[in-house]
């Protein structure tokens, strides 16, 4: 099965730039979706398509993939970015399968 | 605004089942695609189930095929698991999410606030 591998954990200082990391095999030619989960809360989508913003998210939340990795990037973070941020794809199966990946923990300093 | 609310978690003893419902209102529901997603207590987000939007195609997890069962009614925006033959690892926060296509895959637009149910004895 698919196997996504995200850190366990990043740390940012208020408004510098944070940058979490989704890693699978070829995971460039899959797209990716990313989610913020704040605790308590249930998910809310940020990103889609690797990088496309649904309405209501900020500017400031952006993604690329290529290769073997794909990049949740939040530019000059904010207290309220302090979340669990979790990537998914589809595995490619005809089953249409999700996968998530394990989840890493935003703490804002 | 699009709603989904969950509702029929509750406490249960392994082996039994349990029923739970996400009502869905603020779009078409019969022209969406739903799924179930789990989280259990400090864990992350594991894919329970699929739904396609008139119900004919529907699509599980290793971990709960052939003991979970997907449906919907779309005369009542409804959506559906029934749970058998529960065991203590289905112990979770369970989330209705609609389904969203962009230009490569879907994803998930929208959450309910979730339900939990807990198995135990």
């Known amino acids: 099965s698919y196997v996504l591998t995200q850190p366990p954990s990043v740390s940012v200082a208020p408004g510098q730039t944070a940058r979490i990391t989704c890693g699978g095999n070829?995971?460039?030619?899959?797209?990716v979706h990313w989610y913020q989960q704040k605790p308590g809360q249930a998910p809310v989508l940020v990103l889609y398509?690797?990088?496309d913003r649904p309405s209501g998210i900020p500017e400031r939340f952006s993604g690329s993939n290529s290769g073997n990795t794909a990049t949740l990037t939040i530019s000059r973070v904010e207290a309220g970015d302090e979340a669990d941020y979790y990537c998914?794809?589809?595995?490619?199966?005809?089953?249409?399968?999700?996968?998530f990946g394990e989840g890493t923990k935003l703490t804002v300093l | 605004q699009v709603q989904l609310v969950e509702s029929g978690g509750g406490v249960v003893q392994p082996g039994r089942s349990l029923r739970l419902s996400c009502a869905a209102s603020?779009?078409?529901?019969?022209?969406?695609?739903m799924h179930w997603v789990r989280q259990a207590p400090g864990k992350g987000l594991e894919w329970v189930a699929l739904?396609?939007?008139?119900?004919?195609?529907?699509y599980y997890a290793d971990s709960v095929k052939g003991r979970f069962t997907i449906s919907r009614d779309n005369s009542k925006s409804a959506l559906y698991l029934q749970m058998n033959s529960l065991r203590a690892e289905d112990t979770a926060v369970y989330y209705c999410?609609?389904?969203?296509?962009?230009?490569?895959?879907?994803?998930?637009?929208?959450w309910g606030q979730g339900t939990l149910v807990t198995v135990s004895s």
């Open positions: 999410a609609r389904r969203s296509c962009g230009s490569t895959t879907c994803y998930a637009d929208y």
């Open positions: 603020g779009f078409t529901f019969s022209s969406s695609a």
């Open positions: 739904i396609s939007y008139h119900g004919t195609n529907k």
């Open positions: 070829n995971i460039g030619t899959k797209g």
């Open positions: 398509d690797d990088s």
């Open positions: 998914q794809v589809w595995d490619g199966s005809s089953d249409q399968r999700w996968v």
